[in-house]
């Protein structure tokens, strides 16, 4: 089977962005990708550009993945949300069993979806396999995934360490909870699930630091990393759409209580100009950080530690920052900016919820500033 370059899946993904923009306030209201507009995007190959050639995927370089995201990221926030977190977790394809990967992969529209577990998560080991019982949350695209990646400790002989492993499960082998009642990337379905003693046969199981088969440099980026480019990456497109619909709207706006237009006051003149030049220098560092770490995974087959602590110092960044550049957009808007139909109200939502994530804490700067201290940089990298 011939598969196209990654230009092609790019004009794809402007192609179908342009859907996506005009059903964004659907997207929203709905919680969900549609199910014909995710449909459309997993036959377009958007939801396999990182699995492996040999399973059928597209396996395109990274660069060019997050071009995609950003394309999307500035139709809708929520399905570039979708778009990044289910591709990404799709390149352990590469790690978990080929016959597995096979099964699931060989359908056009098979979708896997992941989310932290709880506490009281865990798996017994049976004969064959293992019963899996617990509770997951945030798992973004349920409402269109077909499997579901549950991260679990493995009850061991007394004593012994638990050892966490990945377990595959149908969507039809767990209760989904629709738990997603929030204000920001309403979009991406970030549902719940539960399973309660469920057999998970071996095959359908892997460790995540397991070597991957195939030896694309793509395969031995850590997720995390790559999650954190991605979600970042989005927040710098959100803040540019903020920012540039500032300055249209400043163009023409006058504000009540104060004489004359905005175009005309010194102080727009300033506030849109250090704006804009913050969100440049974030935005640049976070591509040039990404760049090196692909750099670093295809020269050397691993990714250098120095390379993983620019993208955490970056992403967070990004993010953060973005979240900072929107604020000072809405400011701009008046208020004009609370009314649900303007799009910066969703857009500010959507922001400020990726910079309560995980990969906007403001505490992952402590990881590298150990780093730069000599000690063990520890945190999420």
Same mark, same amino acid.
């Given at each position: ?22 059903? !964004? ?32 995927? %597209? ?16 139709? #809708? ?5 979708? %778009? ?5 977790? /799709?390149? #352990? ?7 597995? /990967? ?6 056009? $529209?098979?979708?896997?979806? @992941? ?6 998560? @865990? ?46 499960? *149908? ?11 929030? @204000? ?15 057999? %998970? ?8 630091? #397991?070597?991957? $088969?195939?030896?694309? *440099? ?16 989005? =927040? ?11 300055? &249209? ?15 005309d006051r010194s102080t ?5 100009? &250090? ?14 950080? /990404? ?5 670093? !995974? ?12 620019? %993208? $955490?110092?970056? =992403? ?5 920052? !973005? /979240? ?19 799009r910066i109200q969703r ?14 804490? !403001? ?6 500033? $150990? ?5 063990? *940089?520890?945190?999420?990298?």
């Open positions: 089977m011939s598969i196209p370059d990654s230009t092609e899946y790019t004009d794809r993904a402007r192609q179908l962005a342009v859907r996506v923009a005009e059903r !964004a306030e659907e997207i929203d209201e709905r919680r969900r990708i549609p199910v014909d507009l995710a449909g459309d995007l997993a036959d377009a190959g958007l939801f396999r550009l990182l699995v492996p050639k040999s399973l059928g995927g %597209v396996e395109i370089e990274h660069p060019a993945f997050v071009e995609i995201v950003r394309i999307f990221a500035e139709a #809708d926030a929520s399905t570039a949300w979708c %778009v990044n977190q289910n591709n990404i977790f /799709a390149t #352990d394809s590469a790690r978990m069993p080929v016959e597995t /990967a096979r099964k699931i992969w060989g359908d056009r $529209r098979a979708i896997v979806t @992941n989310g932290p577990p709880s506490i009281d998560t @865990n798996a017994v080991p049976a004969e064959g396999g293992y019963r899996l019982s617990g509770h997951w949350d945030f798992s973004s695209g349920s409402s269109h995934s077909t499997w579901l990646a549950a991260r679990a400790p493995v009850e061991g002989r007394e004593g012994q360490a638990r050892e966490p492993r990945m377990f595959l499960v *149908p969507k039809s082998d767990a209760t989904v909870l629709d738990t997603w009642q929030v @204000n920001g990337l309403r979009g991406t379905a970030s549902f719940s699930f539960e399973v309660d003693d469920v057999f %998970v046969p071996e095959s359908h199981t892997y460790l995540e630091s #397991d070597a991957p $088969r195939d030896d694309s *440099p793509i395969f031995v980026i850590p997720k995390i990393p790559l999650f954190s480019i991605g979600f970042a990456t989005i =927040s710098v497109a959100l803040a540019r759409r903020c920012l540039d619909d500032a300055i &249209e709207l400043a163009g023409r706006k006058t504000q009540r209580g104060v004489s004359g237009a905005m175009i727009v003149h300033r506030q849109i100009g &250090e704006t804009e030049a913050g969100l440049r220098a974030a935005d640049q560092y976070l591509r040039s950080s /990404a760049a090196a770490l692909w750099e670093s !995974a295809r020269e050397h087959g691993k990714v250098e530690m120095d390379a993983r602590i620019e %993208v $955490r110092m970056a =992403s967070t960044h990004a993010i953060r920052h !973005a /979240a900072e550049v929107v604020d000072s957009a809405y400011e701009l808007f008046g208020s004009g900016a609370i009314f649900k139909t303007n857009h500010y939502q959507d922001v400020h919820t990726i910079a309560q994530q995980i990969q906007g804490r !403001a505490t992952n700067f402590e990881t590298a500033g $150990r780093y730069f201290l000599g000690l063990e *940089p520890g945190g999420m990298l």
